[in-house]
């Protein structure tokens, strides 16, 4: 970082111009995005016109690009970008927890700030990660990590952050949304719809981080961190993906005037303490998160006394998660430009950084179990045609406190009778314990699907 002084009015006063210089780890698809707004900063904020791109690393020299950038700025030596003296700032958009996390913690040990769009590395080790930061002095912006071009990170540490976070209910993951979407327009089959969006672009070649709510529990720990001011740890977060959702199920929905959405919630309950979790969900169609279709995101907050907002856009692509990372890039730069000596950000750890932009937290939330949460189910058994069926699935549930809003034969798949029941409002530990007992009845063949409903 660069000050110049001259004199004004004929008196000395100090203008201080301050020149950023960023390093950049990673030049894929957000990365490029990135450069492609520091290189055309006009009718931008003008802070941005103070931004300096001094290194860029990426895996390979020789890949074509569509940036223009002068060779002597790119280098596979990530390693000399974090420790590089010059460096006001890293932006991590490498992905991956290695050498990303290492890479960070580099940088921050250098005392350079770091933004990053990496969930997975935050959601694993922010706690490791902001503890150096806050040690360090230096800040780690994470507003790309969720929701691509949705501004959510900031909102929920500032503006809502006035309210009491009751409940942060997300649709935060593309690729699912964009196959659930498709299922329900189409009348498709999942694993048809994979493959055709695996051709697209819109799911990986391995989409197991995707399908299976992996990224969407990434994204959901670091809300719920937020919005309840305590850290989460990821293992304590349950995810439960698509695999199973079915066109038959899709049919079901739809006539019962619902829609199948993934879904990451986070929610404070009885007690205090937080639940956080993924997984299908069964949505009424007149609720607002129904109607987001797509590789949209939303994000809807629930709290006191705000009420409901609920934040929408893109949660993917070039564009759109480069501008939340060059949003975070110049929320640093408004910070250094209003205390230009850097050696006062560095010298003064805690003290020195900005309570809306720094983490604040510590400690971590106590965690509700699963079980003790409550929940309406939609449950599709397959069974054998013999007289009783019902009768013994009603006694079971009876018997376990689960009451039944709906239980109807619907038909049949081979020489096996369908059975569609819905509950009411229950305890999961309580379901759980009666379709165990269930599972064990002669006369059940499978359960195909168990979805929960809002």
């Not at 940036?67 to 890293?90: A, R, W």
């Not at 493959?195 to 989409?207: N, V």
């Not at 070039?318 to 408004?334: E, H, K």
Request: net charge negative.
């Amino acid at each position: 970082m660069r000050t110049s002084l001259r004199s004004k009015l004929g008196r000395e006063s100090k203008i201080v111009k301050v020149v950023v210089k960023i390093g950049i780890l990673g030049l894929g698809t957000v990365g490029t995005g990135t450069v492609q707004i520091l290189q055309d900063p006009v009718g931008r904020h003008h802070l941005l016109q103070s931004v300096e791109i001094q290194r860029v690393g990426v895996r390979s020299i020789d890949k074509p690009r569509t940036v223009d950038l002068p060779s002597e700025l790119v280098t596979t030596d990530l390693d000399s970008i974090v420790s590089d003296p010059e460096i006001d700032i890293i932006v991590e958009l490498l992905g991956g927890i290695e050498p990303a996390r290492s890479l960070m913690l580099k940088a921050i040990e250098h005392g350079k700030h770091v933004v990053t769009a990496n969930k997975a590395v935050i959601a694993r080790f922010g706690d490791e990660i902001f503890t150096a930061a806050n040690n360090a002095g230096v800040y780690v912006m994470l507003e790309a990590a969720v929701g691509g071009g949705i501004p959510v990170i900031q909102p929920l540490k500032q503006s809502l952050g006035v309210n009491r976070i009751g409940r942060v209910t997300g649709i935060i993951n593309g690729t699912t949304n964009y196959i659930l979407s498709r299922m329900t327009s189409e009348g498709g089959e999942f694993s048809d719809i994979l493959t055709d969006a695996q051709k697209l672009g819109y799911a990986e070649a391995d989409p197991t981080a995707d399908v299976d709510g992996l990224d969407a529990g990434d994204k959901i720990a670091i809300l719920a961190s937020l919005a309840f001011g305590g850290r989460i740890n990821r293992d304590d977060v349950y995810c439960e993906g698509i695999r199973k959702i079915s066109a038959t199920d899709i049919a079901y929905a739809d006539k019962l005037n619902f829609v199948i959405k993934l879904l990451a919630i986070a929610e404070r309950v009885e007690g205090g303490a937080v639940s956080v979790r993924v997984h299908p969900t069964f949505v009424p169609k007149d609720r607002p998160l129904a109607n987001v279709n797509g590789v949209y995101n939303a994000i809807l907050v629930e709290g006191e006394p705000l009420g409901q907002v609920m934040l929408f856009g893109p949660g993917a692509g070039a564009g759109a998660t480069a501008s939340a990372v060059v949003s975070d890039i110049l929320a640093i730069v408004g910070v250094m430009q209003s205390k230009p000596s850097r050696e006062d950000a560095v010298t003064s750890p805690n003290t020195a950084l900005h309570p809306l932009l720094s983490c604040a937290h510590t400690d971590y939330s106590r965690m509700a179990p699963l079980s003790s949460l409550r929940s309406s189910f939609y449950v599709r058994f397959l069974c054998l045609d013999v007289p009783g069926v019902i009768g013994k699935l009603g006694t079971r549930f009876g018997s376990h406190n689960v009451s039944i809003e709906s239980i109807v034969q619907t038909g049949f798949q081979g020489d096996r009778a369908e059975i569609v029941v819905v509950t009411h409002d229950v305890s999961e530990g309580d379901f759980e314990s009666a379709l165990a007992e269930i599972r064990q009845l002669d006369s059940i063949d499978s359960i195909p699907s168990i979805v929960r409903v809002l």
